[in-house]
């Protein structure tokens, strides 16, 4: 029987042996490589070639020959469709060697290290109900009924949700609750091909900690939703939990989910958490992790590598509301956060007078700028920039105050591995350990802290 030709639209067979960052599953068919959506590693499959190019392709699933012993049933009912989460059909072991095998990847590949020092992924607790922050898209439904859930993969259309698995389990009475009422309430949901209608976005908080719920409406005009001070003061007396509903409003015909202000309807504009022994106030647009357990695990192992005594000077750098900054600066001499959004900061300070923290002090301003202004060298500098990395200037920046260590906290290996190279290429510093952390169970992200120090 001759081989299938290397073309759009041919049918292949192959097994699947490993998984890509984006979620796809990887095989290699004649030296070429085929990413497959919704497969595990150790599927036999019967595939059809979709998008073809010389050295690789993209393919659907025609049949499972063979399944990988490390295909599961889902937990969810509609993750064959819903975008929200990518791996919930492969085994939790299977999903943690995947990532760990991406750190170790990049770091190579990307980065240059031959051997690059990465520890075994701290996995996580609780692969289910983790997440303590869900956005939820909203659109017209059939029978004027008002859906609100995930976007559908590769595509703007909404797969409507009462529950969601990885959410923390508390919100899913909530979120079913709100949906109903909103239905009820009148208030049009938002079209996003028109531009027309109200509610765009249900916002959902909850302190791991503390139970306390947060509920954002985020809508498109102010003036269109009529008796909501009543509805609030419903949802409250239904969900004692709930500390405060507010309203964002988001008027631009695009995709950011929060506008530039937010009003509070009811109750408290914040949450409480507890995190490493401190508090934190949480607004709707707060950035903070959302894992809150794997941020402690995380916690204790830089706290561990650093093995602060008390008199060390540490700058953390995109320090947001201070996460990061506050524990860091239970044990240091003196820890200074930057961050360039300014409510961030007010914030940031907020958390540190409520936690009774006088050796810390946040500047508003971009990281390249401040650095070299603070006018001093200090002991440490912690880095947890967002997705796309450190700009060129604040490679430059460090090289130049020249910090005794150096700790980079990462949500994408990629460009961890880009500016670990960047920091490393000339000497000055040496990569001495990374350590993975499984942040975002059933879906392809990993979060990671790397290590630096001087090169003697």
Known sequence: MSQPE????AAIELEITDLADSGDGVGRWADRVVFVPETVPGDYLSVRLLQVKPTFARAKILSILDPSPDRVRPGCIVADKCGGCQWQHVAYGSQLLAKQRQVEQALTRLGGFEEPPVLPILAAAAPLAYRNKATYPVAPGPDDQIRAGYYQKGSHKIVNLNQCPVQDDRLDPLLRQVKQDLTA???????????????RHLALRIGRR??????????RDWEALPGLATQA????????????????QQPQRNNVI??????????????????????????????FQVNTDQTEEL????????????REILVDAYCGVGTLTLPLAQRA???IGIEAQAEAVTQARHNAERNQLTNVEFQVGKVADLLPQLGLQPDVVLLDPPRKGCEPGVIEALWAIAPSRIVYMSCKPATLARDLKLLCEQGQYQLDRVQPADFFPQTPHVECVAFLSERR
């Open 6 to 9: 290397w073309k759009q639209g």
């Open 185 to 199: 309430s009148g208030w049009e949901p938002y079209d996003e091909t028109t531009h027309t209608g109200t509610v």
């Open 210 to 219: 503390t139970g306390e719920m947060l509920l954002t409406l985020v809508v």
């Open 233 to 248: 003061e419903l949802w409250r007396e239904q969900f004692p939990q709930l500390v405060g509903v507010c309203v964002n």
């Open 258 to 287: 929060f506008g530039p202000e937010t009003r509070c309807v009811l109750g408290r504009p914040a949450l409480e958490e507890h995190l490493n022994g401190l508090v934190f106030e949480i607004r709707p647009e707060t950035f």
């Open 299 to 310: 916690l204790k192992t830089i706290h561990q590598q650093l093995a602060l005594t008390g």
């Open 333 to 335: 001499g003196r820890a």
